[in-house]
């Protein structure tokens, strides 16, 4: 696309975004709405706006080179971002249920399903590819360091030379063989094809006769391959075959791809010139401007002195550092800031205000008749106060401020700007002198006191500061079991325990059982929890995950296990759960097919998320049968029935349609996909093989998942439903009575 596009691109974001602050943050508060359905369909209408716009906003940051114009879209993005996490959060509060179907709000945005997904920003990538890369060599240093030395596995022995070799012989013999079986079968083949001839008395052809012979061959083969070819294209242009150019990079594939690098590259140059730039213009402030600051400042706070002792006869108290020093004396908001701060205040107030109501109308019951009409207003559905939309408008502001109105036509190359880092540093040297200039007008305040007031007798009381007086107020801190340790050593320590896998390596399988008899005893599972947990944090972002979490929380271990103590976690993992941090960003996932196995309080009280995947349906077949076999690549033809794997699979899982695809698309398999299509029985014989989900399961798992709180909350919604309903029909049935 060209950079016009791209212009457009960046234009329609800022309309709808503008559009949208403006809808959701009104001069007036917007009433409840008490259809349930119409409340979902705002935010699933909101939802999909918002997503629409950070797929845009990605875009637009992606082609940006402008290093100060980046940050502030990032900024943007950071807040469009927490604004769909928290729509996504509504919906589910709204419905009490994870999964949404938005198939009419789609159509009216004229969307498609794939416009539902949530990308995930490509610079959250790049920021961490480095680093990542980083690691893995550090990783890769340490598992060779380990894997010569960590115990044999169930994997295969290693092979003795001499029955290599004879395997290599046979398999040479049995290749020899395959050949000389195929060239005596032509031979074979000629010679029947003689005697026939003879038989039958035919003539040989002249020259001129073979030649019009050739030719009927040749002209049938083009034909055929033109028309194939012709196919081939029509069902491309139709979208029913991938497109036999596409396979191939084009030339202005390339051009796009050598573009796209370069600009990648002129990216990292303008943000290295600009990290260069910010410290080199805050050294020459601190040296020009620095002195003329610092006079300033000490003016400022020997007038403030003589006024207050001309007020009140003593000189003041000097403010402490924790509060700030002389900054909040001097301290300056724009009327914006102010109003910005008393609406928060305001929200935040009338939020409090509506969340006692709901609960005094919970302890209540059921709601009274001949209610009053602002009664009936302030009942209903309402959008929660979000705490992105202020980051959004900040951002939105901020450019529109900065860059609205800017003129760029002598910054073609779109450098940075040396009079925003000016501005931007001229505060950070102010706030850096300004520490230097408290500590000595301290001590010239002390020296003014002694000559002044005569207060020699009397020593000042140092007020403890805010930071010890937290400090043994603060909550519990995790003990260090391991101070003295690097994280090559702890890391090296959980790969020999077989508790982490080489990530390009590492499959599910080999998690099996692998903490049964490892870290044995309270002083070794405390161990255990405190080197994951620490080397999750070091290595952020991290997933740590439980395979069979159910497990861990039995109601009644049974017999064949109680040896292996799969309860042994139940108390140290919430443990140190309560202990991390958003700041952290370790995710913990636990998986289960028998979740009903588990105590429901406890595990719900470990994850705060329960997500019951439910079986495909026929569209999820069709879809996942295609990107599988293609992923592991395999060519679909119209040998292959899609729609009937997709029929046929029902019952299935996508684990299971994965496992099929992985056995049947072997590396033989796909060498001979040119001369032998892909059949839709070859996956359906491997399918064959699993256990589906039947019914009878399928209806425990759910009925399990209404024991969990969201199942809880959707229960007790569609039984209040129902008796509004039934009330409504008693009304209208009395009512009939009476007349």
Not at 411 to 439: G, H, M, S, T, W
């Amino acid at each position: 696309m060209s950079s016009r596009t791209y212009m457009r691109m960046w234009l329609e974001s800022q309309a709808a975004l503008k559009e949208l602050l403006a809808q959701e943050l009104p001069s007036q508060p917007p009433r409840p709405e008490k259809d349930q359905r119409l409340f979902f369909h705002m935010l699933a209408t909101l939802f999909l706006r918002y997503t629409q716009i950070l797929r845009c906003l990605e875009t637009c940051y992606d082609q940006m080179v402008h290093p100060q114009k980046r940050r502030v879209l990032q900024h943007m993005l950071d807040g469009v971002m927490g604004r769909v996490l928290e729509l996504k959060n509504e919906m589910v509060e709204t419905e009490l249920s994870e999964y949404h179907y938005m198939d009419d709000v789609l159509q009216d945005l004229k969307l498609t399903p794939a416009d539902m997904e949530v990308p995930i920003p490509r610079y959250f990538v790049n920021q961490r590819a480095k680093a990542l890369k980083e690691r893995q060599q550090v990783l890769s240093e340490i598992l060779a360091r380990v894997e010569p030395s960590m115990p044999s596995g169930p994997s295969r022995p290693a092979m003795l030379r001499d029955e290599a070799v004879q395997l290599v012989q046979m398999a040479e013999r049995m290749r020899q063989g395959r050949l000389r079986s195929k060239f005596m079968w032509e031979i074979r083949r000629d010679e029947e094809r003689e005697r026939r001839a003879r038989e039958s008395g035919a003539k040989e052809l002249d020259r001129e006769q073979a030649a019009i012979c050739i030719q009927k061959v040749w002209k049938g083969c083009l034909q055929r391959r033109c028309t194939k070819l012709e196919r081939q294209r029509e069902m491309a242009f139709i979208g029913m075959a991938p497109d036999p150019k596409a396979l191939g990079l084009s030339a202005a594939m390339l051009r796009a791809q050598l573009g796209e690098e370069f600009r990648h590259l002129r990216q990292a140059d303008y943000e290295a010139e600009y990290q260069q730039a910010m410290v080199s213009i805050r050294e020459g402030l601190y040296e020009v401007e620095g002195p003329d600051m610092r006079e300033e400042m000490k003016e400022q706070l020997r007038q403030w002195f003589i006024e207050c002792h001309d007020l009140t006869g003593r000189f003041p108290e000097f403010p402490d550092e924790e509060i700030g020093g002389s900054s909040i004396l001097f301290a300056e908001k724009t009327p914006e800031q102010v109003k910005a701060e008393l609406d928060l205040l305001e929200a935040e107030g009338q939020r409090k205000k509506d969340k006692k109501k709901d609960k005094e109308k919970t302890k209540e019951g059921k709601q009274k008749k001949g209610k009053d009409k602002k009664q009936e207003e302030d009942e209903g559905l309402k959008l929660a106060l979000s705490k992105f939309l202020p980051v959004i408008s900040e951002g939105f502001t901020q450019y529109q401020t900065i860059w609205g109105n800017q003129d760029e036509s002598d910054n073609f190359e779109q450098r940075y700007e040396p009079e925003l880092i000016k501005a931007q540093k001229r505060k950070e040297v102010e706030k850096e002198l300004r520490l230097q200039v408290d500590e000595l007008m301290r001590e010239e305040l002390q020296r003014l006191k002694l000559a002044v007031d005569r207060e020699e007798g009397k020593p000042r009381k140092e007020k403890k500061s805010s930071k010890q007086q937290k400090g043994k107020k603060g909550g519990k801190k995790e003990k260090d079991l391991t101070p003295d340790r690097t994280l090559d050593s702890l890391y090296e320590e959980l790969v020999l325990q077989g508790i982490l896998k080489q990530p390009q390596r590492v499959q599910l399988a080999d998690y099996t059982d692998n903490l049964v008899g490892k870290y044995p005893g309270k002083a070794g599972l405390s161990m255990l929890m405190h080197v994951v947990f620490k080397v999750a944090r070091l290595m952020q972002p991290s997933v740590i995950w439980i395979g069979n979490a159910e497990k861990t929380f039995y109601k009644k271990v049974p017999k064949e296990e109680k040896q292996a103590d799969p309860k042994r976690l139940k108390r140290d993992l919430p443990k140190a759960l309560k202990l991390l941090k958003p700041e952290d960003r370790v995710l913990l996932i636990g998986t289960s097919d028998k979740p009903y196995a588990a105590d429901v309080k406890t595990l719900c009280k470990a994850y705060e998320r329960i997500l019951l995947l439910p079986r495909p349906d026929y569209a999820s077949r069709y879809v996942t049968w295609q990107r599988l076999i293609k992923k592991h690549g395999g060519t679909i033809t119209t040998a292959l029935d899609v729609s009937a794997l997709a029929k046929l699979s029902d019952g299935y899982s996508q684990g299971h349609l994965a496992r099929a695809v992985q056995m049947a698309l072997t590396e033989r398999r796909l060498l001979q996909m040119p001369k032998k299509p892909l059949r839709a029985g070859e996956f359906l014989q491997l399918l064959a093989k699993a256990d589906p989900i039947y019914s009878e399961e399928e209806k425990t798992l759910q009925d399990w998942y209404m024991k969990t709180p969201l199942g809880k909350k959707r229960l007790k919604a569609a039984q209040e439903r129902a008796d509004r309903k039934e009330g409504k029909g008693k009304d209208k049935k009395g009512k009939k009575g009476k007349k």
